[in-house]
């Protein structure tokens, strides 16, 4: 009788929304810190880039959609990109799919 009170009905959807919230930020806060160790990964690959590409490669690694995304257009599908390409391209590829990003993502 207690559980069906408007108030303990109240309390208890308060609670699962502060823990919602709360594991949603957590897992923003994972996908941030792997989105910047991405970054780091590539950074010495972005050094010769000029700055047009650096912008580009800060871009799609700003959310793991954009991520995604760019994968699966120039790295599996092989279109042709407008910013980055030949070794530039290859590296940048190829750190992705070294990356854990593309398999979290897949298996959620």
């Known amino acids: 009788m207690l559980l069906r009170s408007s108030f ?3 309390f208890l959807a308060d609670i699962q929304n502060n823990l919602s919230d709360f594991m949603t930020e957590i897992s923003l806060q994972i996908e941030e810190t792997q989105l910047a160790g991405l970054r780091s990964s590539l950074m010495p690959y972005t050094q010769q880039m000029r ?4 912008d580009y490669i800060e871009q799609i ?3 793991s959609g954009s991520l995604e995304n760019f994968h ?3 790295c599996a599908q092989r279109e042709i990109n407008p910013y980055v390409n030949g070794a ?3 590296m940048v590829c190829h750190t992705i ?3 854990k990003l593309l398999t979290v993502n897949k298996a959620s």
């Open 88 to 90: 530039n391209l290859e």
């Open 61 to 63: 690694t700003s959310s």
């Open 8 to 10: 303990v009905q109240y």
């Open 97 to 99: 799919d070294n990356s």
């Open 72 to 74: 699966t257009r120039y």
């Open 51 to 54: 700055e047009f590409q650096k």
